[in-house]
């Protein structure tokens, strides 16, 4: 009996996946390892039998293909991109039985980062086959889910402005450089209630929600935030101008949020927010539109992900 005869079914064993049906849905303007061909043939070496495959160009055209593969049974879902790719993958997939597995071909990778999945796409292939999976929570922002966070005015503002070109060369940095150069962050009157109570009733410059820690730009935001708790961390600045703002992003990256003194954190599981004003609201790094009302509220367990063991 030849040495390959006896060990190849304990080697297949050993590697075989613990899924059915797997679906990518892949952003094909990311890049991550060797590509997407370095995808599939990891995959099918893996002993992925049967592979459902969906390309996208942009990112808010995922959803329709994510809800393809949900209609056809899959148990899981590699999504390849970035946040946005993420996000709206995680609001077709939002009460479904199908688990994510997150493949980080984005800028900022933030939700990716901040459950400690690398941007190494063998082990984010493993991790997705093989790993813990774990029932995490997510926002809703006025009817979509959202994974890392949300927010409306400056953080508004600052995303939208930003220049594409210049997030791909400097990723964090860009946000605020962007912010600080060219968008003013004013104030308009903002009322807050948190869980039926009112919380906050004065001038604003920008809402964040925070559904993990850290949030766009690679801001430590929310300190205490886990996306397992059934809560939304929520934030309010007063900051205003350059200055304001200058002091209020230094602090969040030297210190806890809540030390600023234009800053203030709460938690809660559904909030209500009018503006005197339209502000640009944004899911996961990417805008929407204006409105002065918003709805939020915390989705407990509402999308499986696969994540990394926890060290030991």
């Not at 055209?61 to 995680?90: E, I, S």
């Not at 292939?125 to 979509?144: A, C, S, W």
């Not at 101008?241 to 003194?261: F, Q, Y």
Request: glycine share 12%.
């Amino acid at each position: 009996m030849s040495t390959s005869t006896a060990t190849s079914p304990d080697t297949r064993d050993a590697t075989a996946p613990k899924v059915g049906t797997v679906a990518v849905v892949a952003h094909r303007k990311k890049t991550l390892g060797g590509g997407l061909d370095e995808l599939r043939a990891t995959l099918v070496a893996a002993g992925v039998e049967r592979l459902l495959w969906y390309e996208v160009p942009k990112s808010r055209k995922a959803p329709k293909k994510a809800r393809a593969a949900l209609k056809k049974g899959v148990d899981l879902v590699f999504v390849w991109g970035g946040d946005g790719m993420v996000q709206r993958c995680a609001d077709a997939m939002a009460g479904g039985d199908a688990a994510m597995a997150i493949l980080p071909a984005g800028t900022a990778n933030l939700f990716a980062t901040n459950l400690g999945i690398p941007a190494d796409l063998a082990e984010a292939v493993r991790i997705g086959l093989h790993g813990r999976r774990r029932t995490l929570d997510l926002g809703k922002l006025n009817g979509e889910h959202f994974a890392v966070m949300a927010g409306a005015g400056f953080d508004g503002d600052l995303i939208r402005e930003a220049d594409r070109k210049l997030k791909g060369k400097l990723g964090r940095v860009a946000y605020v450089w962007t912010g600080l150069r060219h968008v003013r962050g004013e104030c308009v009157r903002t009322r807050i209630r948190v869980d039926g109570a009112d919380w906050f009733d004065g001038e604003a410059s920008c809402v964040l929600f925070g559904n993990v820690g850290t949030i766009t730009g690679g801001v430590p935001a929310f300190d205490d935030a886990r996306p397992d708790d059934g809560a939304l961390e929520i934030g309010v600045s007063t900051a205003s101008g350059a200055i304001d703002w200058a002091r209020t992003l230094g602090r969040m990256a030297t210190g806890r949020s809540e030390d600023s003194p234009f800053v203030r954190i709460t938690r809660g599981r559904k909030v209500t927010v009018r503006f005197a004003a339209p502000k640009t609201y944004e899911l996961d790094g990417g805008a929407r539109t204006t409105a002065t009302k918003l709805k939020v509220k915390v989705v407990p367990g509402a999308l499986t992900v696969c994540c990394p063991e926890p060290e030991a």
